[in-house]
C-alpha cells in the first residue's frame, strides 16, 4: 500500500494531511509513504521529521511531481485537488480529504471518471464511532479559539476587568451565536480571557453547556430546536422563524463589544443572522468574527461580511470575515486533522489493502464516488439539481 501525501497548493493553506507523527504509525502498519517536499513547511514539520519517521520525501521542482499522484494507492489532502492532478489518479485508488463535493462537481466528474474512490471527511457521520474521524469538529474547536483572540487583537477594550489606581476597567462583553463545536470553544476561550460571555442557540440541548462554562444562555421565544430530531446539527429555520429570532438577538448583538458567528447549515448558505441596521446599531469599536463567512453564499451570518476580508463600516464596527482560522494555528490544525485521517484509514485498511463496505454507515455517508459512480444522494441530487 503506497499512500502520498502532496503539497497542497492553495496560497492560504499552511495545514499538511500528514504530520510526522501520523506518518510514522502508518509505516509501523506497513504503509509506503511518499511526501512531496515541502508539504509540511508551513505547519513547521520539515522533510527531515517525515524521512525520520519512515516516509520517502519526493523532490519539488515547480509543478507537483506527477507520480505522487499516479502511483499512489491513497491520496491524503486538506483541500480539494485540481482537476488535473485528480485525473493522474489510477482506477481503484483512494482520494481522501475535505473534498467539498457540492462546490467542486467537475472534481467530482473527473473522480468517477478515473475510477477513484474518493473519501470526503465533512460527510463522516455523527455517530460515536466517527467521532476519532471527525474533521469538521476538530478544525471548528480551533477555529473557535482562534476567532476570539483575532477578536482579542483587534478589540479596543481588554476583556478582563481589572482594579487599577486609575479606576476599574469594566469587562468586555462578548456574545457567542451558535453553540456547537466552535461556539463551545469560543466561549470558554472568552471566558478564559476574563470577559463577560452571553451565548444563544436554537438546539435546546446546549443551554446546559453554555452554563457549564460560566456563560449565561440567551433565552428568546421562539421555537426551540430538539437534538433528538436533528442529529446534532441545526436544522433550516423558515423566513419567518429567521426573522424573529434576528429581531430578538438584535439588543444583544448592539449590547456587546465582540460577537462571534457561527452559524452554519450544511451543504447550505449559512443564515443570516446579523442584517445591515443591526451593524449600524452596533457599537462604535465592536468587532464581529464572522466564522461562517462563505465565499460561495458571498456573506457569512453578518450581512456586510465580506468573505476573506476584514472590514471596518462607517460606524467603526470590524468584521473580520476570515476563512481559514484553523490554518492560522497550522501546527496543532495539522496535528488533528491526521489524526482524523489516521484513525479512518485504520477503518479501511485490511492488511494493507483497502476494504470498501458502501453498507457500513460510516462509509456510505462519507464516501462520495466509487468505481466510477456517484453513490452520495445528497452529492447526487446537488448536481441533478
Sequence with gaps: MKLAVPKQTEHDETRVALTAQAVKKL?????????????????????????????TVVPRDGEAPPQIWAEADVVAVVNPPLDSQAALMKPGSMLVGMLSPLHN?????????HKVTAVSLEFI?????????????????????KAVL???????????????AAGTIAPAKVFVIGVGVAGLQAIATAKRLGAIVEAYDVRA??????????????????????????????KEQTEEERKQQADLMAKHITGADVVITTAALFGKAPPLLVPADVVKDMKQGAILVDMAADRTAGRGNCELTRPGEVVTTDNDVTLIGTLNLPGLVPGDASSVYANNVLNLLKELLDEGNLKIDLTDELQKGAIITHDGLLVNEMVKQAMEG
Design 105 to 113: 462537481t467537475g472534481l467530482v466528474r473527473t473522480l468517477c471518471d
Design 150 to 164: 483575532l477578536a482579542a487583537d483587534k478589540c479596543p477594550k481588554m476583556f478582563p476587568m481589572m482594579i487599577t
Design 27 to 55: 509505516v509501523g502498519m506497513g504503509v509506503q509513504v511518499v511526501v512531496e517536499s515541502g508539504a509540511g513547511e508551513a505547519a513547521h514539520i520539515d522533510d527531515e521529521a517525515y524521512r525520520k519517521a519512515g516516509a
Design 205 to 234: 440541548v446546549t443551554k446546559e453547556q453554555v452554563l457549564s462554562l460560566g456563560a449565561r444562555f440567551v433565552e428568546l421565544p421562539t421555537a426551540a430546536q430538539d437534538d433528538a430530531e436533528t442529529g446534532g446539527y441545526a
Design 125 to 145: 457521520p455523527r455517530i460515536s464511532r466517527a467521532q476519532a474521524m471527525d474533521v469538521l469538529s476538530s478544525q471548528a474547536n480551533i477555529g473557535g479559539y
